[in-house]
C-alpha cells in the first residue's frame, strides 16, 4: 500500500428537489435551504426545503401507491427483486455516494466508501430476502373453525432520520418498510439530505413504481412535525434526539401512531483487569471515537477497573496523539469535523464544563483551527458518576473515563442512567461476561468487541434510549400488522 496521502475529488451533486409520486419537484412555498460541507462551511447545493404542503402531496401519492398502484399487488418476491435491484446499483456507485456522504456529513471518505455505503447494501439485500419470508400462522382455535393470521403492511409510514449515518439510517427504514409492504414519506435530516435523494433516484432506477418511496428535505419543526401529525401516516420511524422523540409521542398520540425510536445513549464500556488490554484499548478507541463520536451507541462512560486504569489511559491517550484530524476527502485521514457550529458549540461546552467539574483533561480540550468544525480527540480521566460528562449524552469526540473496584459496584453504576442502548464489558473471565450481560439493561451488549453491527442483529434501545427494534427480523414487526382471519368451517 502507497504511504503517499491521496485527496479524493469531490462528488457532483444531482438531486436537490423533493422526490414526491417519481417526479423531482420544488417545495410548493418555492423555499431552498443550504447544505454545507462541515469541514469548510461551505454550501455545497440549496436544496428544496419541504413543508407541510408538500407533505401533504407525499402522503396522497405514497397512500394511492398503497392502496391501488402495481405496489398494492406486487408479490412479495418482486418486491424482494426491486430491493436487490437498489442494493446493486447502491454497490456500483459505492465510491460516488461515499463521496457524497463525505461531502455533506464530513465524515471520512475511507469510513464512508468501506463502513457506511457497504453497510447500506448489505442491509438492504438482508431485508430483500425477508420479503417473501413473512409468514402469518395458522391457530388451532376451539370450535369448528379454521383461524390464520396475515402480516399485512402497516400502512404509509413516516420515517424522520438525523445526520450521523445519513445513508446507513436510510437503509434501516427503507429496507424493512418495503419488504413488509409499506409506501414510505422520509424526511433526511436538514445538515444531510444528499445521500437520501441520491438513494431515491437509485430506487427510481431500480424500479419502484412511482409513490412507493417519497422524500421530502426540510426541517424538523416544520416538514418533521408535518409528517407527525398527518392523519394519512399510520407509523412513525424515528431516530435522534430523546426530546425530539418525547414532542413526537405528544403529537402523534392524537392520530395513535405506531410509534418506534432509536434514541440516544450513554453507553458503559466496562474493562476488567483480566482483559486483553491491548484489544480493550483499541476497542474503547473505536466506541467512542469512531465517527467523530457522533455515534448513538458511543461507549462514552468508560470504566476501567483500578490496577489498570492507568495502563489503559497511557494507551488511550497515544492513539490520540497520532490520530489523524483534517481534510475527510483525504484518505488517510480518521477524524473528520462535526456535522455542524451547534454541534461544535454543544461538545466544547461539555469539555468546560468537565474541567469546571474537576475532571482531568488528558489529551484534546479544544477546537481544531478556525475553519471547519473539528475537535481535538479529548479523552478525560478522574470523571466521577456525578459529574455532567458522565450523565449527558455529548456526541463528540469526548471519552469520560471512570475507575471501579469489583464486578459488585459495576452493575450498579453502569445502570445508573436513564439510557439503555448499549453497553460491552473486557474480560477473559467467560463467567463474568455473561453475567454482565445479563445484568445490564442495553438493548446490545458486546463482549469483548464494540459497535460490531449486522443487519441481522436487532438493535434499539431499553428505558429511554428508544422503543422498539430495528434490523433482524425484529425490524420488520412494527411495519406490520397482524390481521386474524377467523373461517366457519361447518
Ligand atoms: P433531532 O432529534 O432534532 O433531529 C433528528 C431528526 O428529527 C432530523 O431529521 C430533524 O429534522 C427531525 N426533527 C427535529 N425536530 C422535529 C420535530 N419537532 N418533529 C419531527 N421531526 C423533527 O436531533 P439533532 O438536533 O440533529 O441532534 C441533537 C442531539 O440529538 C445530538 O447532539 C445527539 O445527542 C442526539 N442525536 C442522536 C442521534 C442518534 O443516532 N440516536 C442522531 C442525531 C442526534
Ligand atoms: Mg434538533
Known sequence: MSTTASVETRPEVRQTQCFIGGK?????????????????????????????DDVDLAVEVAREALEHGPWATMDARERGELLFRLADLIEQENDELAALETLDNGKPIRDARTGDIPLVVDCLRYYAGFADKIHGQTIPVRGNYFTYTRREPVGVVGQIIPWNFPALMVAWKWGPALAAGCTVVMKPAEQTPLSCLRMARLAQK???????????????????????????????????????AQLIMREAATTLKRLTFELGGKSPNVVFADADLEQAAHGAHLGLYFNQGQCCCAGSRLFVQEEVHDELIERLAAMN??????????????????????????ILHYIDLGLQ??????????????QGYFVEPTLFSGVTDEMTIAKE???????????????????????????????AVWTRDIGKA???????????????????????????????????????????QAYTETKTVTVALA
Open 393 to 423: 449524552e455529548i456526541f463528540g469526540p469526548v471519552l469520560s473515563v471512570l475507575k471501579f473496584k469489583d464486578e459488585r459496584e459495576i452493575v450498579e453504576r453502569a445502570n445508573a442512567t436513564h439510557f439503555g442502548l448499549a453497553a
Open 321 to 346: 496523539h497520532t490520530r489523524k484530524v483534517g481534510n475527510p476527502f483525504d484518505i488517510e485521514t480518521e477524524q473528520g469535523p462535526q456535522i455542524d457550529q451547534a454541534q461544535m458549540d454543544k
Open 357 to 370: 467539574e474537576g475532571a482531568s483533561c488528558v489529551t484534546g480540550g479544544g477546537r481544531v483551527g478556525e
Open 434 to 476: 455473561h453475567r454482565i450481560a445479563a445484568k445490564v439493561r442495553a438493548g446490545t451488549v458486546w463482549v469483548n468487541c464494540y459497535d460490531i453491527f449486522d443487519a441481522a442483529a436487532p438493535f434499539g434501545g431499553f428505558k429511554m434510549s428508544g422503543m422498539g427494534r430495528e434490523l433482524g427480523e425484529a425490524g420488520l
Open 24 to 52: 423531482w419537484i420544488p417545495a410548493a412555498s418555492g423555499k431552498m435551504f443550504p447544505t454545507m460541507h462541515p469541514a469548510t462551511e461551505e454550501v455545497v447545493a440549496q436544496v428544496a426545503e419541504g413543508d407541510a
Open 206 to 244: 431500480a424500479g419502484f413504481p412511482d409513490g412507493v418511496i417519497n422524500v421530502v428535505p426540510g426541517y424538523g419543526p416544520t416538514a418533521g412535525a408535518a409528517i407527525v401529525r398527518h392523519p394519512g401516516i399510520d407509523k412513525i420511524a424515528f431516530t435522534g434526539e430523546m426530546s425530539t
